[in-house]
């Protein structure tokens, strides 16, 4: 069973909706984190967790708000999404004391038209 | 400038050839470094990380490190074809977060 999981895995929205993509973790990592990656870009930090009261913006973080409902639960909502919002959105989980190895989702690929 | 920089590639190499991929960064006062590797379409997976100058071998991936450059490389020895994939360096930094290059593509040609 995969340890981070992503829903939904694919999305269509129009400009100015709302839209809430989940993540949720099987194995108590401390830490989460949400980047999206885009061509050429690489992956860019949008918001960043290391406990359930502790919610840190990232690079990126203008027109997206999250929200850590449990230690286990990291969600990234884009309150009005705009065509320059398309792209592969990835969660990622990390224990504290290992720095550099996160566990990613499979990622949630979302288009604004 | 960028905090982490790669070359986008590909870079096309012949099986069984060593790939070198290269990354640097702007922060001095980095600390962790790390590669991923991400197939096409999945998501990025550790492979590889170095925290002190010189080399790190793992099996046919060699890490290298040269804080006083500010450049990082992996060397795959003995390339194979399903290791054809984009490589990210990532870069842990002053801020404690993890920022990552652009990524390199490589393509081993059977």
């Known amino acids: 069973d995969a340890d981070v999981t992503q829903t939904p895995r694919n999305r269509i929205t129009k400009t100015g909706k709302r839209i809430m993509l989940e993540c949720s973790q099987t194995k108590g990592h401390d830490r989460m984190y949400w980047y999206r990656q885009d061509p050429g870009l690489g992956l860019r930090l949008i918001y960043y967790s290391f406990d359930v009261k502790d919610i840190n913006k990232g690079e990126i973080s203008d027109g997206y708000s999250v929200s850590r409902q449990a230690q286990a639960k990291f969600s990234l909502s884009l309150e009005s999404a705009i065509p320059n919002q398309t792209a592969l959105y990835f969660c990622?989980?990390?224990?504290?004391?290992?720095?550099?190895?996160?566990?990613f989702g499979e990622g949630s690929r979302l288009t604004v038209l | 400038q960028k905090e982490v920089e790669q070359n986008s590639g590909p870079l096309s190499v012949p099986e069984g050839a060593i790939a070198s991929l290269n990354c640097t960064y702007s922060d001095r006062v980095s600390q962790s470094f790390f590669w991923y590797r991400q197939y096409s379409g999945k998501s990025p997976e550790l492979i590889m990380s170095?925290?002190?100058?010189g080399d790190k071998e793992d099996g046919r991936f060699t890490a290298q490190l040269n804080k006083a450059s500010q450049y990082v490389s992996l060397l795959i020895r003995d390339s194979q074809p399903s290791d054809s994939a984009t490589y990210l360096c990532?870069?842990?930094?002053?801020?404690?977060?993890?920022?990552f290059g652009s990524g390199t593509r490589l393509l081993v040609r059977p």
């Open positions: 990622a989980a990390q224990d504290r004391g290992r720095a550099g190895e996160l566990f």
């Open positions: 990532a870069v842990r930094g002053s801020s404690y977060k993890l920022i």
């Open positions: 170095i925290y002190s100058n």
